[in-house]
């Protein structure tokens, strides 16, 4: 399968612990995305890569957010001492070079976060 | 900031017949993109169809087209000959011209297509 992998699919973790998603993206996207989904809302926007470099993040990234993207292939995204708000669905998407019509985003089935 | 208003939570077609769903966005830009993205049941999101705002022509995909009303920031999605693979959760989503592809969402609108 070629396309966006994120794991785990599904974390429950008791308030206050940290924790750690992955995405792989598709091989040859040099941008990256990561968005929040919580039950009966859009994705939210949270930040986006070009390559390794972090380009953009949202006010919802809280201090308790980082996301890195090493070497510019996959990334993480931690949560630190985790509260029952930052349950939701964490997605990541992917693309290719500029904006625009020819880099059309594809997301994986994202990880799924319970706060305990 | 970019708001999307989906006004529709949840909508009911039968399968073959056409049915619409609804959007309207509110911004200051003068270039950006809209698009609408199907997100069925534990499944990742699809770009189902895009539209560029320069662009006056409307978007067709297949059994989809939207009707873009620039002058009133409307943006639907047509859906014909609907088939059971269409139920899912629809969004439609803004996108600056220059913000990469940081897109702003609707809360969705979930579409059941019945037999």
């Known amino acids: 399968d070629t396309g966006v992998s994120q794991n785990p699919r599904h974390k429950i973790t008791k308030r206050g612990q940290n924790v750690t998603f992955r995405c792989d993206p598709i091989?040859?996207?040099?941008?990256l995305y990561w968005y929040r989904q919580t039950l009966g809302q859009g994705p939210e926007f949270l930040t986006y890569?070009?390559?390794?470099?972090?380009?953009?993040k949202s006010r919802l990234l809280s201090d308790r957010f980082s996301a890195e993207r090493p070497k510019g292939s996959f990334s993480t995204l931690e949560i630190q001492r985790t509260e029952q708000g930052d349950s939701a669905m964490y997605l990541c998407?992917?693309?290719?070079?500029?904006?625009?019509?020819?880099?059309?985003?594809?997301f994986g089935q994202g990880t799924r976060l319970t706060v305990v | 900031a970019q708001t999307v208003t989906q006004s529709q939570p949840e909508m009911s077609v039968q399968e073959a017949e056409t049915v619409t769903l609804s959007c309207t966005y509110d911004?200051?830009?003068?270039?950006?993109?809209l698009f609408w993205y199907k997100q069925p049941p534990s499944r990742q999101m699809i770009l189902v169809i895009r539209?560029?705002?320069?662009?006056?022509q409307n978007a067709t995909e297949n059994r989809f087209s939207v009707n873009f009303q620039k002058a009133a920031k409307s943006f639907s999605l047509k859906i014909s000959d609907s088939q059971l693979g269409d139920t899912a959760m629809y969004f439609c989503a803004f996108m600056k011209h220059e913000s990469g592809y940081a897109l702003n969402f609707g809360k969705g609108t979930s579409l059941l297509v019945t037999p």
């Open positions: 091989s040859e996207h040099n941008r």
């Open positions: 998407a992917s693309s290719r070079g500029q904006y625009g019509m020819n880099t059309e985003a594809f």
């Open positions: 539209q560029e705002a320069y662009k006056q």
């Open positions: 911004t200051s830009e003068s270039n950006y993109y």
């Open positions: 890569f070009q390559n390794e470099a972090q380009l953009e």
